[in-house]
């Protein structure tokens, strides 16, 4: 059963009974982190030189990209690695994505591929990362950076819808609990958690202009930061005004701080991409020639920044969020497609008290998420990791150095106004359609 059955042989005595549909999200979120761990171990300076021994994937890559003798491929073997193992990721949950399309319940055959055989799915991702490998430069590299921001900048839409339902719940469960327990320390701990978020982002505004404009230029990046902040300014307000009171009672300042805070990540990871370096302290040069004036002048040669580590913790949450709980929100349910099915009322909580432990079918009467749109995240997401590991970076028109586009700093400043317009709706949505019901 380990090979072609379901997920109960991954389970062993000391592990709880748990959902078939719970289980077998949590396996395929780890296929997708095994191969964002991959893709941070070749990107390792050590481990990047290494893969000049793959047969093929430098020599000759040269000509391929038009500029024979004059490319190193020392500067772009990580970004070439990321960016196939990011192809291979979502090539494999594209064709389960496809492959999954309109299944109702687990008495479809379909089903049992989506919960079992993990030892030939695992085999196919390998079968299909060393394919990936194989793929010549030509134009993949310029054609994926295409696909990898909009799948990106869908992604970022994911995480703020998200991460919109997470602040109304949070300050829902925090409110009931005060009004059911007649405790004003719950209160309390909503007025320190909102002043936090909001000192944060205070000193992150601080940190943006003194790190990312001049006082002499830099025009574009005061524009983003102070237009953010007025538009985070203007939320704030209208998150409290007695309208938005009274038709969402639960709104309140604990949710317009916390998507203020992401909106103040958004734009730093967006002014860590301009292209201006007397503007971007944090921008990073890989260049192929280690004596170019770039190197000489102390440039960074990592992939790494702040930015991007941040991002990648925000990544590993949004995704696990995605995977292991639905929404307390019905709208946002029907929205991400991930409603519960009144299958688990009838038997799950049985299935849960006695038995040995065990992966139990909780699908027979209907999904309990929808297959594709699930998969269809997954395949959002490893764009959007493979562009965080690469930091949204691109070669030049010469190939010899990786450059920051402007593509990369629009995209997500153009997510974060997308985010603050969401968090807006959810707000004025009661007063705009009042016959409908935003319970």
Known sequence: SCLCGSAPCLLCACCPSARNSTVS???????????TLVSIIMIIPGV???????????????????????????????????YRMGFALAAFFFLFAVLMLFVRSSKDPRAAVQNGFW????????????????????????????????????????QLILLIDFAHSWSQVWLRNADESNAKGWYAALCVVTFIFYATSIAAVVLLYVY??????CTENKALISLNIIFCVVVSVVSILPKIQDAQPHSGLLQASLITLYTMFITWSALANVPNRACNPTLLVRNSNSNSTSAAAGQLTTWWDAPSIVGLVIFILCTLFISIRSSDNAQVNKLMLTEESTADAGHGDAALES????????????????????????VLASLYIMMTLTNWYRPDESFQTMTSPWTAVWVKISSSWAGLLLYLWTLVAPLVLPDRDFS
């Open 25 to 35: 999200r949590l396996l395929f979120t780890f296929f997708l982190f095994l191969g």
């Open 48 to 82: 990047e030189k290494e893969l000049y021994k793959l047969p093929g994937f430098c020599e000759g890559s040269g000509s391929l990209l038009g500029a024979q003798s004059h490319v190193d491929c020392d500067s772009f073997l990580g970004h070439k690695a990321v």
């Open 119 to 158: 030892f030939f799915k695992f085999l196919a991702l390998i079968g299909i990362t060393v394919g990936a490998f194989y793929i010549p430069d030509g134009s993949f590299t310029s054609v994926w950076f295409y696909f990898g921001v909009v799948g990106s900048f869908l992604f970022i839409l994911i």
């Open 212 to 217: 990312y404009t001049k006082a002499d230029g």
């Open 355 to 378: 038995g040995p432990h065990h992966a139990y079918d909780n699908e027979q009467d209907g999904v309990s998420y929808n297959y594709t749109f699930f998969h269809l995240c997954l």
